[in-house]
């Protein structure tokens, strides 16, 4: 894989970075840095591959992603745990959205 | 399971406040520092940490500018502190996981089941024999061995199976139904049976099926006596007996005799008259010693006492020897009565029938009866005169003569 990787002329565009990880079938998330995350209802949601929170009151919880901001909004919000790769936020989740 | 981890290594509970709590939760991601179940509460965040963890977060607070507090602790090693000042309660409940642990090693109940023949209590007195009992070890028990010695200590006994559930030592046994008639065919085989009377009386019934009859009918016998032989003889040339066969003996013989009682009954007799005024009181008793509780003296002259003790026990068949009981204390009075000829009369009666039944129990039989009842002032006579049969008759190893050696030798010459 990385033997491949390397033949390839380096992206400038990430438009055709985008590209070849599409074309390669490699997974998003390392790749481009993209978060995920995976919401339960409205009472859970996981989060993956973020950089670290920027607010957090009960009301709403603000992470950094690599390329945006993902902000919870809700009642009651709590981080059940939290550590470098992911976490977990219990409470009412009313809105999720990037910024 | 990461529950049980962070239990065992034991976490805290802080209160974390000041100038920015997300920046602090950063850094704990990047220096690996796990936190949990963080709440916000406005002014201030309260999160779980692990004790290692708490310790390593003293220079990110310094760094961010925050600050933290413990609120409550958890785990086993807080638990372990707390425990160190209440050592009886902590001795006590260990003490108590032993006890159940050293109890579970003996044997505190035993059953016995598909005994008929056997009584439980002749199992159990052999069993103790055998040093299988109630509180014994059951390191010390040895089943196969025990199996082995309960079918080849009984003849009756045919299939053994010991296993023990929980603290329950379970026999289970069946037994042979026609044990005696196996026995008396293995020993026919070896010697002669003889039978032999064990009264004295009149043949009054003979019929022999194997073995030679040594009296006939009519005859009369004294106790000992051999009547039918185990011993056939075979004879030589010149009636001389050559050498004998041996036979189990096998008839059917009833002796006659005659036997006579008397029956004496006073027409007089004492009855207990209750007054009906009594008292109780609670007995107590150590092994053979028993004291009884009561409010001051037996205010009687004349009294029974009865009443019932009873033995604590433990479980099903551990007895210690304490005993508790309720005895009843109750006034009479003898008062002197006389029976009416009625009650005589059937008194008299009851005695006869008592004495047939107990002839009837023995297997004899009355042929002949005589029975008269004198009555005299103050007491009553039963007379019997009774001719009976009875099949007054053992087994006895037959014992012969040995057949003269110069005649066996006689006879091998002339051959």
């Known amino acids: 894989m990385r033997r491949n990787h390397r033949k390839l002329p380096i992206p400038t565009l990430s438009g055709s970075k985008e590209l070849i990880v599409e074309s390669l079938k490699l997974p998003k998330d390392t790749m481009l840095g993209a978060s995920i995350v995976t919401v339960t209802g409205n009472r859970e949601a996981f989060i993956e591959n973020y950089k670290g929170i920027l607010e957090y009151t009960k009301e709403s919880i603000v992470l950094q992603g690599k390329n945006c901001k993902i902000c919870f909004e809700g009642r009651q919000l709590a981080i059940d745990y939290y550590t470098n790769e992911d976490m977990k936020i219990s409470g009412s989740i009313e809105a999720v959205r990037y910024v | ?415």
């Open chain 2, 1 to 415: 399971m990461l529950h049980w981890v962070q239990y065992i290594r034991g976490y805290v509970k802080i209160r974390v406040w000041g100038y920015s709590t997300e920046r602090l939760l950063n850094l704990c991601g990047n220096h690996d520092i796990l936190v949990w179940d963080i709440v916000n509460h406005g002014d201030h965040d309260t999160m779980k940490i692990s004790v290692r963890g708490f310790f390593a977060l003293k220079p990110l607070l310094k760094k961010t500018g925050t600050r933290a507090a413990v609120l409550q602790k958890y785990g086993l090693p807080f638990f372990m502190s707390k425990m160190q000042k209440r050592k009886m309660f902590v001795a006590g409940l260990l003490g108590c996981l032993l006890f159940w642990v050293i109890m579970a090693g003996y044997i505190w109940n035993i059953e016995i089941e598909g005994n008929y023949v056997l009584t439980e209590d002749v199992l159990m007195d052999y069993l103790d024999e055998k040093g299988v009992h109630v509180a014994m070890k059951k390191s010390r028990l040895q089943i196969e061995g025990l199996e082995k010695a309960l079918r080849e200590d009984h003849d009756i006994i045919t299939w053994t199976s010991v296993q023990v559930k929980g603290t329950t030592l379970l026999i289970h046994i069946k037994e042979n139904e026609m044990p005696d008639y196996e026995q008396n065919m293995q020993q026919a085989q070896e010697d002669g049976i003889d039978l032999i009377a064990t009264r004295p009386g009149t043949v009054s019934y003979i019929i022999t099926r194997s073995g030679v009859p040594q009296v006939a009918l009519g005859d009369t016998v004294e106790k000992g006596d051999v009547l039918v032989s185990g011993a056939v003889p075979v004879y030589n040339e010149d009636t001389t007996v050559r050498k004998y066969q041996f036979v189990q003996s096998d008839a059917d013989i009833l002796l006659r005799y005659t036997e006579s009682l008397s029956v004496k009954r006073d027409i007089l007799y004492d009855e207990k008259l209750y007054s009906g005024r009594q008292k109780e009181m609670i007995t107590l008793g150590v092994n053979d010693k028993e004291w009884d509780i009561r409010f001051g003296k037996v205010p009687y002259e004349q009294y029974d006492i009865s009443g019932e003790k009873k033995q604590v026990r433990l479980l099903d068949r551990l007895y210690l020897p304490f005993f508790y009981g309720r005895k009843t204390i109750q006034e009479y009075e003898i008062v002197r009565k006389k029976h009416t000829a009625d009650e005589m009369n059937n008194i008299m009666q009851e005695e006869w029938r008592k004495i047939i039944a107990s002839l009837d129990e023995k297997g004899v039989q009355i042929t002949e009866k005589n029975v008269t009842i004198k009555k005299y002032d103050d007491n009553w006579v039963l007379n019997a005169r009774m001719q009976l049969e009875e099949a007054a008759v053992e087994s006895a190893p037959t014992e012969v003569e040995p057949v003269a050696q110069e005649e066996a030798s006689e006879e091998e010459n002339a051959e």
